[in-house]
């Protein structure tokens, strides 16, 4: 019963709420074991709204002996919490409802490049061919815009305004935002563009999309990350889209940008998820303090 009432919420959040099919396989790793331990735990009893937090408490004691991450834990119990909420607006299987808390951990510092290695990436590169310039052209769009890989595979070439400087961008829950474009890029992305309508012009298959495989297709977010991967392995670390979202608003802060401004050109929906690059910020100005005043 309360399996069926998970798909419908599932089916909720990507009707209602416009969430993308990445965020739908995350919503469900995480709380279909969840549903599947209380329905085992009951078995054919009724469900006890004053054992369920004593249920929980067992859960979360079982996933940390399998060496799940309190982190991990943390983002369950918030999707737990909009779950409850749909049963208690749908008004089905409120008696699964508990009480929860919010657990505490340590934000992890998130990865990103030194602008020394950012400009290493652009340096030396050979563009010979379409797919070539189609790397070059990925890797440059994730950096200079910041935008996110699934965000990047959905690009069509009409979101591209090479006047105005912008990308149309849609973003998580089918948010729109605009992007700018600097100036640097405006060139190569206008000369690919050219380059990919000859590539595209007997592949009826690429939709408009303004990246596309060797045989004219969308790319998928896998793709993505392989190809970035094999693209800057030249800098000996392993490189992922999101290090490079990481690194344009490190980059940007560090440059001294305004972090309201970050928050709306990264589609972020509170200020709290663009602090956390404060962080980075500071830990570099104390590295500084320590190594250059001579009584750190």
Not at 103 to 127: C, G, H, T, W
Not at 171 to 188: E, S, T
Not at 207 to 217: I, S
Not at 273 to 292: C, D, G
Request: charged content about 25%.
């Amino acid at each position: 019963m309360l399996k069926k009432t998970l798909n419908n919420y599932f089916k909720y959040l990507a009707e209602k709420r416009g969430l993308s099919a990445g965020s739908i396989k995350t919503y469900r790793a995480s709380l279909a074991p969840w549903v599947e331990f209380l329905e085992n735990e009951y078995g054919t009893t009724a469900p006890d709204p004053n054992i369920n937090s004593i249920l929980l408490r067992k859960y979360l004691a079982g996933r940390r002996q399998e060496s799940i991450s309190v982190r991990t834990l943390a983002g369950f119990i918030s999707a737990l919490s909009g779950f409850q909420q749909y049963l208690q607006y749908e008004k089905k299987n409120t008696k699964y409802i508990c009480k929860l808390s919010k657990l505490k951990y340590s934000e992890k510092v998130p990865d990103f490049l030194s602008q020394k290695e950012a400009a290493e990436l652009f340096e030396l590169v050979e563009r010979d061919s379409y797919l070539a310039w189609r790397d070059y052209m990925m890797v440059s769009l994730l950096y200079l815009s910041g935008i996110r890989r699934a965000e990047l595979a959905s690009l069509k070439l009409h979101d591209i305004d090479l006047k105005k400087c912008l990308i149309d961008v849609i973003g998580k829950g089918n948010k729109q935002r605009f992007v700018p474009l600097g100036d640097a890029i405006l060139d190569d992305l206008g000369f690919y563009i050219e380059l990919r309508n000859g590539f595209a012009k007997d592949k009826p298959a690429h939709q408009g999309h303004l990246f596309l495989n060797f045989r004219g297709g969308s790319l998928s977010v896998r793709s993505i990350d392989r190809i970035v991967k094999k693209y800057c392995a030249r800098l000996g670390k392993r490189v992922t889209p999101h290090m490079l979202r990481h690194s344009f608003a490190t980059h940007m802060l560090e440059n001294g940008a305004d972090i309201l401004a970050i928050k709306e050109i990264l589609g972020h929906s509170t200020l709290a998820t663009t602090q956390k690059y404060t962080h980075l910020t500071t830990e570099q100005l104390k590295k500084i303090y320590k190594k250059a005043h001579p009584r750190a």
